[in-house]
């Protein structure tokens, strides 16, 4: 691949779709923030400014800690600009997030809907400078348990529509069951929404199995330990079940050694819709543009790969038609 090639696949127009909206905020920013509320947030630092943990776990408390300074609607209005700033630098036309309402407004339906009024004020202020469209997907967090799970649930049927599209569920994979969450996705479900949940980043292929099968999902974040299941990959592609990849989260984290390691490309090559994109960027010091590049060398990817996996992702998006259409054309173009 010549350097110009590469060019072209890094700068072309992307499409994300798992992004925690929290897990995009600059480390300057949330460092900014705590220095405006006079809160010591220095223990969650490197001495060069990124977020410092140790592991997975421990990325989980550090995330939950950066997010304690996020106080207001206002707060997550400013934080989404940052990261929709960020965004179109990188290139992304069309951008879904996931948000908890359990860090706005502690899953009061009320409390949740001037937080989202402010963030979706941001994002078409946005869309208006920069062109970017972003949707939102609510996601209950699986470590708070079911219980809190339904909360969100409420607070995303409450608000469904045309800018909150999807209902997930992120957190720790090793609690409990996809199962145990069956009422708040059937409340999503009823509500017009669609369905995404994290398996398969940690738990082997049986986590995947559950959430097609318990939940009805109509994508899975990560999924990537289906790549050991033939018959479970054979079953994502026939019904068309998107696996939204993160490849540098996964290096990062140490799912996988490295890159030249990862599935993505056996996950591809088997029929299974797969897609690209960042998970919580500033944490595993990553971009989509580095993304691209770092696929695009491992795998020998080029132009055509990467617009057949945006095709993929918009095609997948938890958007409308219109709007979907609308994406499709700025991918299309030379």
């Known amino acids: 691949m010549t ?48 977020y410092d943990y140790r592991d997975f776990w421990h990325f989980l408390e550090v995330y939950e800690a950066a997010t304690s300074v996020l106080k207001s ?32 407004g502690g899953g009061d339906v009320g409390a949740w809907k001037e937080y989202l009024h402010a963030i979706q004020d941001a994002a078409a202020e946005a869309r208006r400078d920069h062109g970017i469209v972003m949707r939102g997907v609510v996601t209950c967090i699986r470590h708070f348990g079911p219980e809190k799970a339904k909360d969100a649930a409420r607070c995303a049927a409450e608000t469904a529509g045309d800018w909150i599209t999807g209902f997930g569920m992120g957190g720790d994979e090793k609690q409990g069951k ?45 999924g990537v330990n289906a790549h050991s299941d033939p018959a479970l990959m054979d079953l994502l592609a026939e019904r068309n079940i998107t696996l939204e990849v993160c490849p540098g989260s996964n290096v990062f984290l140490g799912v996988f050694g490295a890159l030249d390691q990862h599935p993505i490309q056996k996950l591809r090559a088997r029929g299974v819709p797969v897609t690209v994109s960042t998970d919580d960027p500033p944490f595993f010091h990553t971009t989509m543009k580095k993304e691209y590049e770092a696929l695009a060398r491992t795998f020998r990817w080029g132009e055509e790969v990467f617009r057949e996996l945006n095709k993929t992702a918009i095609d997948a998006a938890f958007c409308d038609d219109t709007t979907r259409a609308a994406v499709t054309k700025i991918l299309e173009r030379p």
């Open 3 to 50: 350097e110009e090639e590469l060019h072209t696949v890094v700068h072309l127009p992307k499409v994300e779709l798992h992004t925690h909206f929290e897990g995009c905020a600059p480390p300057a920013f949330i460092r900014g923030l705590a220095k405006e509320k006079k809160v010591d947030l220095s223990k969650i630092f490197r001495p060069d400014g990124s």
């Open 73 to 104: 609607p206002e707060d997550f209005a400013r934080l989404c600009k940052a990261i929709l700033d960020e965004s179109a630098d990188q290139g992304i036309v069309y951008l879904e997030s996931f948000i908890s309402p359990d860090f706005c």
């Open 178 to 222: 996809q199962r145990d969450f069956a009422w708040s996705f059937d409340c999503a479900r009823e509500a017009g929404l669609k369905l995404t949940t994290h398996a398969g980043e940690w738990n082997g292929p049986s986590e995947v199995r559950d959430a097609v099968e318990d939940l009805g999902v109509d994508r899975i974040g990560h």
